[in-house]
């Protein structure tokens, strides 16, 4: 069991079905079973995944006092992680509306209320029992990245989709991340290029770039190589919101364990496969125990 701290938002989603993209007008529609409200948030994602696989997550986060504030605090009792760290100082919880088609395609609307003014108010040992520290890209993380650079921590973090490596919000979590993660929809197909760019330029030890239905690819500076993954397709595609938390939440656990961090890779698209088969960013995550028994499925295919 990993000691892992993770920092970030937390937020009410709700995911709706639509027929098509882009949406034709019409004053009402029906899609049976295809509204669902849940917790969610990145910070939320990473920390039920990580608790799922087994982890110890210390949570840090900000929410409202309404009631979305206490359908969280309720959801997260409920999911075994301590509440402890999460501060009603926000004028409102955020929330999010996750537009999605049969096909996976999706266009999210979030709503951060006054956490981008927000301070958190971390401590210089607010990271002093974690082994990671996965600091989320959010404005109230950026002390949290001086305190865990000054405590020797590792520091992970997820900056999404990303077009210019020089980008003013994300810079600072990309100077100071050791693993970094980013999403090729910005990049296009220079995206080896652009990672080439990544490594001249900041002190990352790995680099991952999720690639949706292509794969991953992977930095390593201990062999200063880039790798190609192909994608992992473990069952049914119902909605892909969330796929990139699963991808790293679940690189970091077994990268935490000692994992060589090509196989942790391998095993984090099988997590983030088979939770692709659910609906909602927070939902269908599996245990260790059973991404086991799919990656020896799969090796088993192969031969």
Not at 225 to 232: G, K, N, Q, Y
Not at 241 to 270: E, N, W
């Amino acid at each position: 069991m990993s000691k892992i701290l993770v920092s970030g938002l937390i937020n009410t989603e709700t995911t709706v079905q639509v027929r098509q993209f882009p949406i034709p007008y019409y004053p009402i529609d029906y899609p049976f079973f295809g509204i669902n409200t849940a917790v969610s948030g990145v910070a939320y994602n990473i920390a039920k995944a990580l608790t799922t696989l087994g982890d110890q997550v210390i949570l840090t986060s900000m929410i409202g006092e309404d009631f979305s504030a206490e359908y969280i605090k309720q959801e997260l009792t409920d999911a075994g992680i301590s509440i402890d760290g999460i501060k009603p100082c926000l004028t409102s919880t955020p929330s999010s509306v996750v537009l999605y088609d049969e096909g996976g395609k999706r266009q999210i609307y979030c709503d951060l209320k006054d956490i981008q003014e927000a301070s958190y108010g971390f401590t210089e040992d607010v990271c002093q029992n974690a082994e990671i520290v996965i600091a989320c890209n959010i404005n109230f993380n950026r002390p949290l990245l001086h305190a865990a650079k000054n405590a020797g921590k590792i520091i992970a973090t997820d900056v999404h989709v990303l077009t210019d490596m020089w980008d003013g919000y994300n810079r600072e979590f990309m100077e100071y991340a050791d693993i970094l993660f980013l999403s090729d929809e910005g990049i296009g197909e220079w995206y080896q290029d652009f990672m080439w760019l990544l490594v001249h330029t900041y002190n990352h030890q790995i680099i991952v770039l999720g690639r949706g239905n292509k794969g991953a690819a992977m930095y390593l500076r201990e062999e200063n190589r880039i790798v190609e993954l192909p994608a992992v397709r473990v069952g049914e595609i119902v909605n892909t919101v969330g796929a990139g938390d699963a991808l790293f939440s679940s690189f970091i656990h077994y990268y935490a364990k000692g994992m060589h961090p090509l196989k942790a890779l391998h095993r984090a698209q099988i997590f983030a496969s088979a939770k692709i088969g659910a609906n909602g960013a927070s939902k269908g995550f599996v245990t260790e125990e059973q991404i086991e028994k799919i990656a020896i499925s799969l090796q088993k295919n192969i031969m």
